[in-house]
């Protein structure tokens, strides 16, 4: 079966052509250049630039798989969580697509995508037996599951406030650090000292498997504002070594948590975040210490893109029933 699947939830415009689980083409436009002007993403901006992108990346990702449209056997694309104007750029299209060629189209979930990224047939990575435990890292999530199967997901905890990936934006916007900071930081703090500062690791004490950064962010504010903004490279290194060490080190520590409190030996890292080098080099560090199976896809496939919905695409498209099918009643939902 061959799939076309498409995201547009936030600031990415991708297509992915997926066949029998392997990605075939996997094309991204990305409109970083255009919101890093504004330190953050703007909404507007980011509907009009879906708009313009979306016809190109289906087009090269078409080519890129060496079929034409007309082979394409159904349509999948991400109906939410995002800006909702983002979504619909995608809806709207899938929806148009499926009708003009008369074949099926499935909305999903943005997180589904990302905790089911690695049951593609991958070359870099295995595919996890289930269940296993899932941790989400992006922008707008940190949440924890446990994965039972395509389409059967339990919510073990997630963050109250921040998510992890906007406590490293924020961080980075404070240093002067252009948006979306998070590599960069990571970038830094390769060449820093991660004890240099102690910053506090929030809720490590809670004996639960939520998670809190804003606290965190604060507590870089106030190092900055009480002992200036870093003076030398070394100084921003040690600092960003600090805060990106203080973010590992809980997160760590709270998905080891649900694999040993649920019994569950697999754990699957998702996500923007989870293209940091210190979280993926400590998290297999930590598998491997207490015979727990690590799970990460290549980084490419951590950030928002389309091939990530390739499996739960084909999960969803094959139940459905094709005689009482209409693509109408998709909807963009912002959560
Ligand atoms: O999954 P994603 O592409 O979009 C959302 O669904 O939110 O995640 C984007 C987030 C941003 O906050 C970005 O700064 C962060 O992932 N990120 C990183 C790294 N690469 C991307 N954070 C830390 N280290 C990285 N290497
Ligand atoms: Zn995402």
């Known amino acids: 079966m061959l799939i076309l699947t498409l995201e547009s939830s936030c600031d990415e415009t991708s297509a992915a052509v997926i066949k029998d689980g392997r990605v075939l083409s996997n094309a991204v436009a990305s409109q970083i250049p255009i919101h890093a002007r504004y330190g953050g993403v703007v909404p507007e901006l980011a509907s009009r630039n879906h708009i313009r992108d979306i016809h190109p990346v289906i087009d090269q990702a078409i080519a890129g798989a060496g079929i034409t449209l007309e082979q394409i056997d159904g349509y999948a694309v991400t109906c939410g969580p995002g800006l909702v104007g983002s979504l619909l750029v995608g809806v709207e299209t899938a929806k148009g697509l499926a009708f003009a060629y008369d074949r099926p189209c499935v909305g999903l979930n943005h997180l589904e995508g990302h905790l089911t990224t690695v049951l593609l047939d991958l070359d870099e990575v295995d595919s996890p037996e289930f269940p296993y435990i899932g941790m ?33 934006d924020k961080v980075a916007k404070m240093l002067g650090i252009p948006y979306p900071g998070g590599a960069e930081i990571d970038r ?16 490590a004490h809670h004996d639960n498997l939520d998670f809190s950064f804003s606290g965190l962010k604060t507590a870089v504010m106030q190092y900055t504002e009480a002992h200036g903004m870093p003076a030398d490279d070394a100084a921003l290194a040690d600092l960003c070594a600090s805060f990106q060490q203080a973010v590992v080190d809980v997160l760590l520590l709270k998905v080891m948590r649900a694999a040993k409190t649920h019994g569950i030996p697999r754990i699957v890292l998702s996500g923007g975040v989870a293209c940091n080098r210190q979280l993926r080099k400590e998290l297999r560090e930590a598998g491997e210490r207490d015979g727990v199976e690590v799970f990460i896809a290549p980084a490419s496939l951590c950030t928002d893109n389309a091939a990530m919905l390739g499996a739960v695409a084909a999960h969803y498209l094959g139940q459905v029933d094709l005689d009482h099918f209409s693509a109408h009643d998709l909807k963009a939902r912002g959560n």
């Open 188 to 203: 830094l703090a390769a060449n820093g000292n991660p004890k240099a500062i102690k910053f506090p690791r929030p809720m």
């Open 136 to 168: 989400i890292v992006s922008g707008g999530h940190t949440d924890i599951y446990i994965v039972h199967a395509l389409g059967q997901y339990t919510l073990l905890g997630r963050t109250r406030d921040d998510a992890a990936g906007e406590a490293f």
